[in-house]
Nanobody, 112 residues
């Protein structure tokens, strides 16, 4: 059974930092990453990484967020620096192994 469990969300002031973690189990995933969904908006890509180490970032987070992955622990992380109010959203862990898998989400709120 596949499970993706996020942790690390919370409330932070603008300019601050947060680190999200996602613990995956049940499969070996070729792609893992993060999406976010703000109120009234569609879910959008934040960053993804392959098990070979390639990364992809949304333009809005380039230079501020860093995705990393520990294949030995089947975990993916998102270091978020210089947070802005527009980063406020629910952040979902994503993983792909023939199917798309999603975590339940963790709230990130950035106060201005």
């Amino acid at each position: 059974q596949v499970q993706l469990v996020e942790s690390g969300g919370g409330l932070v002031q603008a300019g601050g930092s947060l680190r999200l973690s996602c613990a995956a189990s049940g499969r070996i995933f070729s792609i893992m990453g993060w999406y976010h969904q703000a109120p009234g908006k569609q879910r959008e890509l934040v960053a993804t990484t392959t098990n070979g180490g390639s990364t992809n970032y949304a333009d809005s987070v380039k230079g501020r967020f860093t995705i990393s992955r520990d294949n030995t622990k089947n975990m993916v992380y998102l270091q978020m620096n210089s947070l802005k109010s527009e980063d406020t959203a629910v952040y979902y862990c994503y993983a792909y192994a023939l199917w798309d898998y999603w975590g339940q989400g963790t709230q990130v709120t950035v106060s201005s």
